[in-house]
């Protein structure tokens, strides 16, 4: 499967921005899905993961009530809902696919998308 982020870009502190992920050429439906980010200096750490179906989820300590994660199995999508944006969520944003139940480290995930750009100031 073949995934595609987007949705980044330069926000302000307090201010929200939701994150996409196109999947193609797989059953979308067939996989729990996550999301990563990337900062500069600092390895890539989990901040949410979800259910083939929609129905579980979830998140690091870091981002509970701050973002939600949900998916769209009809449009093959899945989102990333942030609010109350830090600078400190600066960062590369990655969607991953994969087959284990709501798997935190990256290595259970087995496609990755090519992340997008978050950041914000201050």
């Known amino acids: 499967v073949q995934l595609q982020a987007s949705g980044g870009g330069l926000v302000q502190a307090g201010d929200s921005l939701t994150l996409s992920c196109a999947a193609s050429g797989g059953t979308f439906s067939s996989y729990g899905m996550g999301w990563f980010r990337q900062a500069p200096g600092k390895e890539r750490e989990f901040v949410s993961a979800?259910?083939?179906?929609?129905?579980?989820?979830y998140y690091a300590d870091f981002v509970k009530g701050h973002f939600t994660i949900s998916r769209d199995n009809a449009k093959n999508t899945l989102y990333l809902q942030m609010n109350s944006l830090k600078p400190e969520d600066s960062a590369v944003y990655y969607c991953?696919?994969?087959?284990?139940?709501?798997?935190?480290?990256?290595?259970?995930?087995?496609?990755w998308g090519q992340g997008t750009q978050v950041t914000v100031s201050s």
């Open positions: 979800i259910t083939r179906s929609g129905g579980l989820a």
């Open positions: 991953a696919a994969g087959t284990k139940y709501l798997a935190t480290m990256p290595e259970r995930y087995d496609y």
